[in-house]
């Protein structure tokens, strides 16, 4: 089993940037996938991001690709998700997710198997 635990969200104004942190516990990450989706009050779940085990290739949803940065520390057992230049409607939970898989392709379709609980974003205007 694998114990995933966000931090980093917070209440910035629009412009601002974030660092979101997606750590795990109970088992090493350095074979799985690491994703993270975000979810609206009123939306359904999206994703927004993802890392191959070996950081080799990232993916993104088309409206964060710029201003988003995914990347992992396999020693610190750690994801961090890097949100520069926020806008308003990037205000939602978001939560990280990860999938024991050696495979580079497909991640942002891929089922996650393990899930945190979520760390609150707001962004102002």
């Known amino acids: 089993q694998v114990q995933l635990v966000e931090s980093g969200g917070g209440l910035v104004q629009a412009g601002a940037s974030l660092r979101l942190s997606c750590a795990a516990s109970?088992?090493?990450?350095?074979?799985?996938?690491v994703a993270w989706f975000r979810q609206a009050p009123g939306k359904e779940r999206e994703f927004v991001s993802a890392?191959?085990?070996?950081?080799?290739?990232?993916y993104y949803e088309d409206s964060v690709k710029v201003r988003f940065t995914i990347s992992r520390d396999n020693a610190k057992n750690t994801v961090y998700l890097l949100m520069n230049s926020l806008k308003p409607e990037d205000t939602a939970v978001y939560y990280c997710?990860?999938?024991?898989?050696?495979?580079?392709?497909?991640?942002?379709?891929?089922?996650?198997?393990?899930w945190g609980q979520g760390t609150q974003v707001t962004v102002s205007s």
């Open positions: 890392i191959s085990w070996s950081g080799g290739r990232t």
């Open positions: 109970g088992r090493t990450l350095s074979t799985y996938a």
């Open positions: 997710a990860a999938t024991r898989t050696l495979l580079e392709y497909g991640l942002e379709t891929m089922r996650y198997d393990y």
